[in-house]
């Protein structure tokens, strides 16, 4: 099966320094993978890499598009580049301030993907607008609210719907739960465990919490300074961890 | 002491070959921001000196001109520009609309339809329209190139969340030729429809911002709205109180403390025809 | 009867880093096949590698060296070495695993943890959620619990919710590890008629347990690591 992303010798270096290197893997639809590792390990870096918000040095991305051809993210005109990552893709920041526009309401911002690819229905674009929030567990009646007036992990679940509107089949996801309570994020990761299974979404999760990433992916892949020291299946790096880095790390979490 | 003369129309001839050159470029690409070297006018930011930089280079001595604001021929700001034409310049003036070859405005188009053999020189303040949502220059150059527009639909649709209806009255944005969303200058709405295929060339200059751009004769411009919140413009509930005209734009004027009011056609030279036609 | 199970010269050994390199070898060289219908317990001495021979199968451990092919359909599948995507869908369609412990996922209703399976294999939810309750009641789980995370329930009623995930769908292949651990009487007597019913449909069984009458009771025979 063709994949879906097929990243091959990813490297990203901002002049002396290394990013990351030499990174190769594919995603299938409906497949969650877990980007682990310390700060400065380079997942951030090689999140934004993927996701296209950065140039990589060398290596290349190739995505399959809708219509099954292959595309090279660094082939793609800008306007292209754009478009896709408007509709096809999504990305949830970590700051809920950075993916949402502050300054219009929920509503507007969960429409506004739909008004860049032309929706002129006013109505239509409302009551989908409130679908989503629904979706997210945001009471539908809070669609004309800032996001000021929301809550962090509101705020987090507005950046979520707001990605989803357009049905995007690859989702990029820095530190979804950051900063937030525990038990919010719970209701988060269960949102998107739902939504993942749901929509058949891929995903690429970058965090450096294990629990989340055993809760969220099926895949996982560890990285060090830049470098990718373990790649597999989720519980087999928990539970079988090959590499020296890699036992260190499932070894310091904390247990309650 | 020597009086100093003025090379015609004030601006030096290099300068005006620049404004003309982006005065081309605009009309080859309608509705397209042109940056251009704005003057220093001997006048402030804020007081049409893009209008003026306009004008200035495209003035020819036959040319006629006509200096409107806010619709009349009589108040300050008009009058200022149009002595300063005459002085530097030495070209003939009206304030009947359909005399005029060139005619500069500050916030309003005519009501008395254009022909061919005019140009309208609209004074813009702020050429941007995205620039509310976003205030990066660099972003919204992307966002014309692109044609990535829906964040003016995301104001429209906030408008009619928060107020029940758009709410904007003026400066209302528009598609031109089907391709650039442009800011067509704090023109009421209710003049919208008059850029759409009119035979008169439309240019806009903003002095502080230095941008020019331009609608060139017989050229689409929509109006920016919603399928089921259409496009609509002002109305009023009664008529011109001097000249009685049911179709023109109305100021409101306050006639005492008590809240006495009447309505009056903000384009006075429109105005007076109309009392002489019904005379 | 048709093998669906083969295990071919199997090595595992553990390295612990951080015990100074120290290895652990589990595996030097095991074979095995099991096949349809056929019930087999794997049976030795604690910490000889039981726990680990399961994982293995499922490919939560990596085999060392070897070959563990799983029949789907009629084609053969090694884990061994497998690409992620097909390990992952071997395990939606083919290879099902009760796991000792139930991992616990906060906010998720038990129904819905047993549900999952199905839910997986795009089987429709009402229809998902009607099975999973059907069997949270034949294992004497309150119906007042069923929308409630298990995080708060006791030990044996989560292992419970675990058995009952376990067998909310048919796997051609079925791993038990210790399923009866933790139950009292009635329970076991009724997760042992899970095994038997799996079995009667047809599917193989590789189980862990540590009672000798319940083991006997379903396995026809051993894998015996010594």
């Given amino acids: ?256 | 002491m020597n009086a100093p003369t003025y090379n015609f129309a004030y601006l030096n001839e290099q300068t005006k070959r620049m404004i003309r050159r982006a005065i081309l470029k605009a009309v080859a690409v309608p509705g397209y921001q042109v940056p251009f070297a704005s003057r220093e006018m001997p006048m402030p930011y804020g007081w049409g000196t893009g209008g003026v930089q306009v004008t200035a280079a495209i003035l020819t001595p036959d040319d006629t001109l006509k200096v409107i604001d806010q619709g009349a021929d009589d108040t300050t700001n008009a009058v200022s520009i149009r002595k300063f034409f005459v002085k530097t310049s030495g070209v003939a003036t009206t304030e009947k609309t359909e005399d005029a070859t060139i005619i500069q405005t500050r916030h309003r188009i005519p009501e008395t339809p254009l022909t061919e053999d005019q140009i309208l020189v609209f004074q813009v303040p702020i050429p941007e329209p995205l620039r509310f949502l976003e205030p990066r220059e660099t972003e919204t150059r992307v966002m014309h190139a692109l044609e990535e527009y829906g964040v003016m639909q995301v104001k429209l649709y906030e408008d009619i969340a928060q107020y029940g209806q758009i709410a904007t009255t003026y400066a209302y944005p528009a598609k031109v030729a089907d391709r650039y969303v442009f800011d067509p200058s704090p023109i009421p709405k209710f003049d919208n429809p008059k850029l759409n295929d009119c035979p008169a060339l439309q240019l806009f200059g903003a002095g502080r911002e230095k941008r020019i751009y331009a609608v060139p004769p017989y050229t689409k411009v929509v109006s920016l709205d919603f399928e089921d919140h259409p496009f609509e413009i002002q109305t009023w509930d009664r008529p011109c109180a001097i000249c009685g005209s049911r179709k023109s734009f109305l100021d409101e004027i306050l006639t005492d403390d008590a809240g006495g009011q009447m309505f009056v056609c903000s384009d006075t030279d429109f105005c007076a025809r109309q009392q002489n036609q019904s005379a | 009867m048709a093998a669906v199970l083969k295990i071919e010269a199997l090595h595992k050994s553990f390295t612990l880093h951080q015990q100074g390199g120290v290895r652990i070898p589990v595996f030097e060289g095991l074979d095995a096949e099991v096949g349809a219908g056929e019930s087999v317990a794997v049976t030795g001495p604690s910490g000889r590698g039981k726990s680990s021979l399961l994982k293995l199968i499922y490919g939560t451990y990596r085999a060392s060296a070897g070959r563990i092919r799983v029949r789907k359909g009629d084609d053969w599948h090694d884990v061994v070495g497998a690409a992620p995507y097909d390990v992952l869908n071997l395990r939606r369609s083919t290879i099902g695993y009760v796991t000792q412990f139930l991992r616990v996922i906060p906010r998720v209703p038990a129904e819905v943890i047993v549900a999952e399976p199905l839910l997986e294999r795009g089987v429709e939810e009402g229809e998902a959620l009607a099975r999973a309750r059907h069997l949270l009641a034949f294992l004497n789980i309150p119906e007042r619990l069923w929308h409630l995370s298990p995080m708060t329930f006791s030990g044996g009623e989560q292992q419970r919710v675990n058995i009952a995930r376990g067998f909310a769908a048919s796997f051609p292949l079925l791993l038990l590890d210790e399923p009866t651990a933790s139950l009292d009487a009635d329970n076991r007597m009724r997760v042992m008629q899970l095994v038997d019913e799996a079995r009667s449909q047809g599917s193989a069984i590789v189980a862990v347990f540590h009672d000798e009458t319940e083991r006997h009771s379903v396995c026809s025979r051993d894998i015996a690591l010594n």
């Fill in chain 1, 1 to 256: 099966m063709n994949p879906l992303l097929q990243v091959e010798g990813l490297g990203k270096t901002y002049g002396n320094r290394l990013g990351c290197e030499d990174v190769s893997f594919e995603l299938q639809a409906g497949e969650v993978l877990a980007i682990v590792g310390e700060s400065g390990s380079g997942k951030t870096t090689l999140l934004r890499c993927l996701s296209g918000h950065l140039q990589a040095s060398s290596g290349r991305v190739l995505y399959a598009q809708r219509d099954g051809r292959s595309v090279c993210l660094a082939d793609l005109s800008e306007a292209e580049r754009r478009m896709l990552m408007r509709t096809d893709w999504g990305f949830v920041h970590q700051d809920a301030r950075e993916g949402l526009r502050m300054g219009v309401s929920a509503g507007a911002n969960v429409g506004e993907r739909l008004m860049a690819v032309g929706a002129r229905h006013y109505g239509h674009i409302r009551s989908t607008a409130e679908d989503w929030l629904t979706r997210v567990e945001i009471n539908r009646e809070r669609i004309d609210d800032s996001p000021w007036a929301y809550s962090g992990g509101m705020r987090q679940r507005l950046q979520i719907a707001r990605n989803l509107v357009t049905s995007p089949r690859l989702i990029f996801m820095d530190e979804p739960t950051g900063g937030l309570d525990v038990s919010v994020q719970a209701r988060l990761l269960d949102l998107i465990r739902g939504l993942v299974r749901k929509f058949n979404l891929a995903a690429i999760v970058v965090t450096h919490d294990l629990a989340v990433a055993r809760l969220l992916s099926s895949r996982m892949m560890v990285m060090q300074q830049g470098r990718v020291i373990e790649t597999g299946l989720t519980d087999q790096v928990l539970e079988d961890p090959q590499a020296p880095y890699t036992q260190l790390l499932v070894s310091s979490v904390l247990q309650v």
